[in-house]
């Protein structure tokens, strides 16, 4: 078998998105955002422990040009994280939608948690899978919940 048939399957666009089933973007990765964290700036250095006057103004130049640069990536990695937990949410309420679950229920707040904490480390599939596993309970406290 070719490695052609191991390929990971391309992640949808937004509009492409629209068109498919809950659970093909789950496995298509939709639900990771696609975009990077830039490395985090290293911090400059004196290049010896009693500088020059010309080491110094490199030094000072470099500071300046760091800062720059460690405000980008920290503007980069807030937009990450924001894209991200948009992507999060969406997740969450289409896995409530296509398992049909209260999303606001306290004891569902409580199963999707355990549901990431066991699946996440091999993605948003895994969770989805360790949710379908964990419907059982749900529907079983919520027929409690009605015969009280």
Same mark, same amino acid.
């Given at each position: 078998?070719?490695?052609?048939?191991?390929?990971?399957?391309?992640?949808?666009?937004?509009?492409?998105?629209?068109?498919?089933? &809950? #659970?093909?973007? /789950?496995?298509?990765?939709?639900?990771?955002? $696609?975009?990077?964290?830039?490395? =985090?700036?290293?911090?400059? +250095?004196?290049?010896?422990?009693?500088?020059?006057?010309?080491?110094?103004?490199?030094?000072?130049?470099?500071?300046?040009?760091?800062?720059?640069?460690?405000?980008?990536?920290?503007?980069?990695?807030?937009?990450?994280?924001?894209?991200?937990?948009?992507?999060?949410?969406? &997740? #969450?309420?289409? /896995?409530?939608?296509?398992?049909?679950?209260? $999303?606001?229920?306290?004891?569902? =707040?409580?199963?999707?948690? +355990?549901?990431?904490?066991?699946?996440?480390?091999?993605?948003?599939?895994?969770?989805?899978?360790?949710?379908?596993?964990?419907?059982?309970?749900?529907?079983?406290?919520?027929?409690?919940?009605?015969?009280?």
């Amino acid at each position: 078998m070719s490695r052609q048939q191991y390929a990971t399957p391309t992640r949808p666009t937004e509009e492409e998105a629209e068109y498919l089933d &809950f #659970y093909t973007l /789950v496995q298509r990765g939709y639900f990771r955002t $696609p975009m990077t964290t830039p490395d =985090k700036p290293a911090r400059p +250095k004196l290049s010896s422990t009693t500088p020059t006057r010309d080491e110094m103004l490199a030094y000072e130049n470099a500071q300046g040009e760091y800062g720059e640069a460690y405000r980008a990536w920290e503007e980069a990695r807030t937009a990450v994280g924001a894209d991200q937990a948009r992507l999060d949410a969406l &997740f #969450y309420k289409g /896995v409530a939608q296509d398992l049909g679950y209260d $999303p606001d229920n306290e004891f569902a =707040k409580a199963l999707v948690a +355990k549901a990431y904490d066991d699946g996440h480390y091999a993605g948003m599939s895994e969770v989805y899978g360790q949710m379908q596993g964990l419907m059982s309970l749900y529907e079983l406290h919520m027929k409690l919940m009605a015969a009280k």
